[in-house]
């Protein structure tokens, strides 16, 4: 796999994050269950992880990025957008160098990674909107795996 299909793959992803929240119903952003994140939060959550690793492993570009201030559709799609760019340019240097640092084994299983725990996380927003009774609509649930048209 060359690096560019593995940075599109990267910015695929980051796109559902986005597609995901700006189909939040109305008012759901704040929905939780019982001892679990809102549904902002698990989308915060992702931001943080991502900051974390920014911090961790490429802290020049940190400058880019802020910690969430609210969990509201604007705020969480600025967050979003501008960490999934930054680690954009942090998963270009670890193709390069094929490591990011403070991660084993290697850059590609990073982006693995990555990808896994955002959908993750994603995965539960969605249980949570279900158990609340305002679950996706079917036509965004089945968007969440167009990945050739997002």
Do not use: C
């Not at 809102?38 to 911090?55: D, E, P, Y």
């Not at 640092?101 to 590609?108: D, E, L, N, Y």
């Amino acid at each position: 796999m060359e690096a560019a299909d593995a940075l599109d793959t990267w910015d695929i992803s980051s796109r559902l994050n986005l597609y995901f929240l700006d189909n939040v119903p109305p008012g759901h952003l704040s929905s939780k269950v019982e001892k679990s994140k809102t549904v902002g939060g698990h989308l915060a959550h992702i931001h943080s992880v991502r900051l974390m690793w920014l911090k961790a492993s490429a802290p020049d570009l940190m400058q880019t990025v802020a910690p969430v201030e609210g969990e509201t559709q604007e705020t969480l799609k600025i967050a979003l957008t501008a960490s999934a760019e930054a680690m954009r340019k942090m998963l270009e240097r670890g193709f390069e160098t094929g490591k990011i640092k403070g991660f084993k084994p290697h850059a590609m299983a990073f982006l693995g990674y990555l990808i896994a725990h955002e959908a993750f996380h994603r995965s539960q927003a969605e249980l949570v909107l279900r158990q609340v009774g305002a679950p996706m609509s079917d036509k965004v649930a089945y968007g969440l795996w167009e990945w050739g048209v997002r």
